[in-house]
């Protein structure tokens, strides 16, 4: 095992809930490989998320975490459906940076959450997507009642078309 895939295992067995939800969720016929290639592709997400980094779309490999497309859309689901802060966090950036239509509605549903943090990791994950609905939504978060909200939002949209220049400035 290289030290990133020792780094990567040495994260995740800090995590167990995080280790439980990928084992759930990846597929008995799935090779050691697999899971190290969704681990490595996650991980800067996860670090991000537990350790209080902003999420950058530099940071993030997007085009590795479409490549475990498959397995991220039911990972995140449960990420986003529990009560852990962290995980919620992490699974609404992995969703934004998949930028999926799927996905959209999770985000949706955070980003009108009455509760805070809810709402502000929903925005930031809204900020790594390159969609019109993620704009959409960004523009009416910014007459939200509460100011943070509006910041966060104005925010968002200016971190949203660098998201989308970083990417389509791509080779």
Do not use: C
């Amino acid at each position: 095992m290289t030290n990133d895939g020792a780094n990567t295992e040495q994260m995740l067995a800090n995590l167990p809930e995080l280790a439980a939800i990928i084992t759930k969720h990846l597929d008995q016929g799935d090779t050691e490989e697999v899971r190290l290639q969704l681990l490595t592709a996650i991980r800067p997400v996860i670090e991000a998320a537990f350790f209080g980094e902003d999420p950058t779309p530099a940071k993030f490999d997007r085009e590795a975490i479409q490549r475990v497309a498959v397995p991220l859309r039911a990972i995140t689901a449960e990420m986003t459906s529990g009560g852990n802060a962290d995980l919620m966090r992490a699974g609404l950036m992995i969703i934004g940076t998949l930028d999926e239509p799927d996905g959209f509605e999770i985000l949706r549903a955070k980003a009108e959450s009455s509760i805070d943090w809810e709402r502000y990791s929903a925005i930031d994950a809204l900020a790594l997507t390159t969609s019109d609905q993620g704009r959409a939504l960004l523009l009416t978060l910014e007459k939200h009642a509460d100011p943070e909200t509006r910041i966060r939002a104005a925010k968002g949209l200016a971190a949203q078309a660098l998201t989308k220049q970083d990417w389509d400035d791509r080779p």
